[in-house]
């Protein structure tokens, strides 16, 4: 195994899931960073961003949050707390996070997303690094297999379009954003790279197909490793299969990246039917003999729609 020490992690998406990764990799003496999707526009981030014309703020809350020390628990709690209610006003207080209340104050104040990432950091002692993937606002929409053009990450993260038929190719407007120069030389300089656990569609696939992130991420000399979730998102990723997950990035990147899959083997928690999810098979992967397929039991017991996060950095550091 590599002198964990000097590893510098990147880790891709900011979802959920990435959350979940970084409260297991934060216990190891790494050197994290983090990458995070601007397509987000629904729900309080997508509020704010409109209203205030912002950067969307929410995975980068969430990514700090999950990397505060263990015994900030009551902070923490603090900077996720929702407020009660759901009125959709872009300006009213209800169903805001008040992290990105304070992401939204330092941003008016400094009028930089940098400095309000930054001040975000340093009030709860995180020192991480968080990177949006792009310095602009980008707006995601999708071709469904039936040919239709779906617009708005919300749309397609809600799967408001109509079934059977998914998702074919998903796009970024612009097309090719401005990416700062650190988020290149961050992916340049790593030793390990990581994308997922997180929603295909609406988290994985808006950082990697950035254009200038997706060439540093093939030019990287970094190990390449992809997170597959524990089950399959309602409509978004419905039916799929393990090797649906590497031809759905091999279709978008003209390539699979990924020289390790990290994949969970441990069925045996039921998933409650009234989130309509189901295990991701673990099938035949014959056209991807080249990828290295790590197995385990890195479900969450007591929520199988999520990874154990420590089960899963395990394993993830292990593979290094």
């Known amino acids: 195994m590599a002198d964990r020490i000097t590893q510098k992690i990147v880790c891709l998406g900011g979802g959920i899931g990435t959350s979940r990764l970084l409260r297991g990799l934060k216990k190891y ?10 397509a987000d526009d629904g729900g309080s981030s997508g509020r ?22 263990d015994e900030d628990k009551e902070l923490e709690s603090l900077l996720l707390y929702r407020f009660p209610g759901n009125d959709k006003k872009d300006k009213s207080i209800d169903g805001h996070k008040l992290g990105n209340l304070i992401m939204l104050a330092e941003l008016q104040r400094t009028h930089d997303f940098y400095k309000a990432i930054d001040a975000t950091k340093k009030m709860v002692g995180v020192s991480a690094n968080f990177y949006p993937a792009t310095d602009q606002r980008v707006h995601l929409w999708a071709i469904t297999k039936d040919g239709r053009r779906v617009h ?33 030389d961050c992916l340049i300089d790593a030793d390990i790279i990581i994308s997922g656990p997180g929603d295909l569609y609406t988290n994985q696939l808006p950082v990697l197909i950035v254009p200038q992130i997706r060439d540093a991420l093939l030019k990287s000399k970094a190990k390449k490793i992809f997170v597959a979730n524990i089950a399959n998102k309602p409509f978004e990723t419905k039916t799929f299969a393990l090797s649906d997950f590497f031809t ?73």
Not at 29 to 38: A, F, G, L, N, R
């Open 29 to 38: 003496p790494v050197q994290i960073s983090v990458i995070t999707s601007m």
């Open 48 to 69: 704010l961003r409109k209203a205030y014309n912002i950067m969307p703020p929410g995975d980068v809350v969430s990514c700090i949050a999950a990397m505060m020390d």
């Open 152 to 184: 708005t990450e919300n749309t397609l993260d809600l799967a408001m379009y109509s079934e059977p038929y998914g998702l074919k190719k998903v796009y970024i407007n612009p097309a090719k954003p401005i990416v700062n120069s650190k988020v290149i």
């Open 248 to 320: 759905a990035i091999n279709d978008h990147l003209n390539s699979f990246p990924f020289e390790t899959v990290v994949v969970n083997n441990n069925f045996s928690n039921s998933i409650p039917k009234k989130y309509k999810y189901k295990y991701i098979a673990i099938d035949e992967l014959d056209k991807y003999s080249q990828v290295k397929i790590l197995q385990g039991d890195i479900v969450n017991s007591e929520f199988p729609l999520y990874h154990d996060s420590d089960k899963l950095a395990e394993i993830v550091m292990n593979a290094v």
